[in-house]
């Protein structure tokens, strides 16, 4: 219970310092990733030519916004922790992109639940479409 020289040899075979790379490929994640996915999300979700999107595609809008959510938050965090003993700059960017990333993310999830209820059923076809070889089911007529 109380052998902790398992830990503090697995800690002293730990290199000192996170690599830049590693870091800058998580600043890039944070850039790129969770725009792209909002992206998706809003085109999957969005009407077009006048059909309201199906509940599949509202569904899976809001996965692509969960995700984004997580990692616009959880990649800066993850930088954070990577840089704080040793980098001092890069966890104060880190750190920025953090509270930075808490605004969008805030609106983005609000919005999300304020508009869940807000989609209208499908009505089915505005007009009575008569075909031809039977009977008319059109009201009046």
Request: aromatic share 8%; net charge neutral.
């Amino acid at each position: 219970m109380g052998d902790t020289a398992g830990w503090s040899r697995l800690a002293a075979g730990r290199p000192d310092k996170t690599s830049p790379a590693v870091l800058v490929l998580i600043w890039l994640a944070w850039v790129l990733v969770p725009p792209l996915l909002v992206f998706g999300g809003a085109i999957g979700a969005a009407p077009f030519f006048g059909e309201q999107p199906t509940a599949a595609e509202r569904s899976q809008a809001t996965t692509l916004y969960l995700v984004a959510a997580v990692l616009a938050l959880g990649l800066p965090l993850l930088g954070l922790v990577l840089s704080w003993r040793t980098r001092r700059v890069a966890a104060a960017c880190f750190g920025a992109a953090l509270v930075v990333a808490l605004v969008p993310v805030g609106l983005l999830l609000a919005e999300e639940v304020r508009g869940a209820g807000t989609y209208a059923p499908d009505p089915g076809p505005p007009v009575c479409q008569e075909h031809s070889g039977g009977d008319n089911r059109c009201p009046g007529g």
